[in-house]
């Protein structure tokens, strides 16, 4: 069976810091995985996907996440985070069918 | 390009009522998908329509149910309202090719059963 695990609920972080938050899968087939942000009161939104080719998948508002084979991870990162970055951050997977399955979320705040 | 829309945006339901939530996809998009978000069990995927066929659906109890017309519109029905329905409900819509990825959502539906 395929999951994602989330490893952090939470992560507070300062404005202006790097903030990486952690994404480990499980599949023996392939996979495609994802990266959404919820912002309070909304629906979900893509920051960015991994389908094929380069590790490393850039996505909007300076999100990053890089495939990892070996490690069987996604992480995302952020070089400097803004206080407009707190949100609820979800990893997830798509398999053969085209329904997500999401990874429980990271609540990310930014201190000022 | 209007995005996803969902109606209403909250309601207040009683145990044993039934409920009707309206989601309008992207225009040319043909797959719409619901999911049920809640603080205990997160994000979980219940039904995907696609050209007015369920093609997908989660592990949800047969008072869950949708169904989707010709232009792609689609409405999710809840019979018996249990307390545990009460969560906020999503609608994602798709071109509906596998892996593609762009499922984009609209803002829910909040559902409080009471």
């Known amino acids: 069976a395929q999951s994602v695990t989330q490893l952090d609920s939470q992560v507070p972080v300062f404005e202006e810091a790097p903030v990486e938050l952690r994404c480990n899968y499980s599949?023996?087939?392939?996979?495609?995985l994802f990266w959404y942000v919820q912002y309070p009161n909304q629906g979900l939104q893509l920051l960015l996907k991994y389908l094929s080719g380069s590790t490393l998948v850039k996505g909007i508002n300076g999100f990053e996440a890089e495939f990892n084979k070996s490690q069987t991870s996604f992480h995302l990162r952020k070089p400097s985070v803004h206080i407009s970055d707190t949100a609820e951050y979800f990893c997830?997977?798509?398999?053969?069918?085209?329904?997500?399955?999401f990874g429980t979320g990271t609540r990310l705040t930014v201190i000022p | 390009k209007a995005g996803v829309t969902q109606t209403p945006r909250y309601l207040i339901k009683t145990r044993g009522q039934q409920v009707t939530l309206s989601c309008s996809p992207i225009?040319?998009?043909?797959?719409v998908s619901w999911y049920q978000q809640t603080p205990g069990q997160g994000l979980q995927f219940l039904f995907e329509y696609f050209s007015e066929t369920q093609r997908n659906k989660g592990n949800f109890p047969g008072r869950f149910s949708g169904r989707q017309f010709s232009n792609s519109r689609s409405e999710m029905n809840v019979s018996t309202l249990e307390l545990g329905d009460s969560a906020l409900y999503l609608c994602a819509s798709s071109l509906g090719r596998v892996g593609s990825g762009e499922q984009y959502f609209g803002p829910g539906t909040r559902l409080t059963v009471t």
């Open positions: 225009s040319g998009h043909r797959s």
């Open positions: 599949s023996s087939v392939s996979v495609y």
């Open positions: 997830a997977y798509q398999t053969g069918a085209n329904n997500l399955f």
